[in-house]
């Protein structure tokens, strides 16, 4: 590979086979992070050469990584330890920070700081509450909490006589984290105010967004989001849709990710469903420059998620997942279980968001301590069967060998449409 002033350029062949080439590259890449402007040709990207590397892509340069693999963040299961790993390997670890308040925030992101000197992102969401949620009487609560008796008979816990709602203060939060000079910023559940996003280019923070269709993918880039994750609905976890409501908004990776690449000009990183090195290969065909993996992630023991859930994931319980509200209020996938279908077949629609989620803790919770999975929330996408690993630098090592055994013949049609597109004076995109 050639470098000029420490940057990759177009020149001489870039072998496919550049593990060996990693070591100094994420300070190459991480140069740049005060620059909001993506160097096309730095990336190689504009290039002609048919083996151009999968890894030298504008996300990776954006977020200063060797791999363009992010380690998905787990809003409520947060683990520094798994989020440094997987930066230390040079994917981006990245660390959800939703349940957090501004002094956890700051906490975590020191100790982070601590066991890694690369870049890692902390997540936020940008909506915390659900509009209705404020107007819900203490009855109203009582009368779910009663609603869920059989429940704690069964696990043998007293039924709670109140409980306490607490969202965190999102704004706060985001003080927080720029403050403490995260390196990057991802966003889910709306777009962040144009003043936290001016104040992240001040300082040199990147920023990604979450779409779960074009629109909100356009409505981010327009805000000025410097990347935008394209969340398909085999992911694991909550849809972060904000401009439709969630059920409205169910499309699928294969569907969602050539769609963003095509409506905006920012980097795109693909999530949702992917866990092994062939749907890497696959989103990156698709056109997206990065992937964000979550459910994979979930069963190594440096994951936030209890034993339980990791063990549900590497059972036969992977195969079948389910989109609920009636864990939280807000739709999200995790494996089927008992109490998925029951809670789906209830009548009365759930509480508002966190409220539902409060609620339904106070017997999941425990349900979780007594390992009794088919009444716990086991959040996973729909590639939860293809959980192996419980070793994240193991998970991390066979996504990037096995990325790069496979990319070698799609990358060369890919530069060839590159060199077309160039021609043709359209934007290429990878
Ligand atoms: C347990 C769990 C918690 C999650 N929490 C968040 C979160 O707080 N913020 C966010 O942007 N995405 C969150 N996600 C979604 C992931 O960022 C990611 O998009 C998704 O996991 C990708 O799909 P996959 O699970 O099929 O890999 C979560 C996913 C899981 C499984």
Redesign the pocket.
Known sequence: MQHVNGVAHRGPVVSVDELECAENSSERMGGDMGNPKYDKEATGLTNDNPNVSWRLTRAAQLLGIEYPIIQ??????PSQHLTATVSNLGGLGSL?A?TLGSSAIKEVIAEIRSLTERHFAI?L?VSTSDQGASHISAEAIDQAIQSYASYYAELGIERPSHVEVRSQDFEAQVVSAIDAHAPIL???FGIPPAEVLSECRKQGIRTIG?ATTPEEAVALEDAGLDLI?A?GF?????R?SFLRSASDSLIGSISLIPQVVDAVRVPVIA?????DARGIAAALALGAEGV?????F?PCVSSG?CKPHAAALLSEAAKRTGLTDAFTGRLARGLSNRLMDELEAWNSPPLPFPLQHTVTQTFAGPAALQGKTELMTL?????ASLCRCTDATELMTRLIAGTRARLGGIMKGRNKDASNNEKSGRLYRP
């Open positions: 998905a963040p787990f809003g409520g299961l959800g939703v997540n969401w991802s966003f889910t979450t994750v969340s085999e992911g694991g976890g909550h972060g999530a949702g469903g992917i866990a964000q993996i979550g459910t994979a979930l998620a959040w996973a996408g729909q590639s």
